[in-house]
Nanobody, 117 residues
Framework: QVQLVGSGGGLVQPGGSLRLSCAAS????????MGWYRQAPGKQRELVAT???????NYADSVKGRFTISRDNAKNTVYLQMNSLKPEDTAVYYC???????????WGQGTQVTVSS
C-alpha cells in the first residue's frame, strides 16, 4: 500500500511561480513512475507531467518550457516547479504513483492552484 501527500498549492498572480511537492510512503518499489495531473472545474483530469524512477520525464504540450518535474528518490518525493503561470493553469493538482508492470495507480488528495490577479 502506498500513500501520497501533496502540498504547495495556493493563489498566485499570472506570471508567478509555485512549487508542488508530493511525498510517497509505504510499499515503494524501486521501479516506478510518479506524476502530476490536474483537473479544472467542468473538465476532465489531464496529464501535466510524469517522471520515472530513472529520471525520464514527459510533459503535456501546454506546460512544456514552463513546468519542471523532478524527484528525490531517497525521499520518495516528486516536485513540480511551475513558472510563468497562466490563469488556465488554475486547477486541482493531483500526484500519482504507479509501480512498473502494475495496473494499480495511487492518487494523492489534490492541492488547489489558482492563478488570478
Amino acid at each position: 500500500q502506498v500513500q501520497l501527500v501533496g502540498s504547495g498549492g495556493g493563489l498566485v498572480q499570472p506570471g508567478g511561480s509555485l512549487r508542488l511537492s508530493c511525498a510517497a510512503s509505504g510499499s515503494i518499489f524501486s521501479g516506478n513512475v510518479m506524476g502530476w495531473y490536474r483537473q479544472a472545474p467542468g473538465k476532465q483530469r489531464e496529464l501535466v507531467a510524469t517522471i520515472t524512477s530513472a529520471g525520464t520525464t514527459n510533459y503535456a504540450d501546454s506546460v512544456k518550457g514552463r513546468f519542471t518535474i523532478s524527484r528525490d528518490n531517497a525521499k520518495n518525493t516528486v516536485y513540480l516547479q511551475m513558472n510563468s503561470l497562466k490563469p488556465e493553469d488554475t486547477a486541482v493538482y493531483y500526484c500519482n504513483y504507479r509501480q512498473f508492470g502494475a495496473s494499480k495507480i495511487t492518487w494523492g488528495q489534490g492541492t488547489q492552484v489558482t492563478v488570478s490577479s
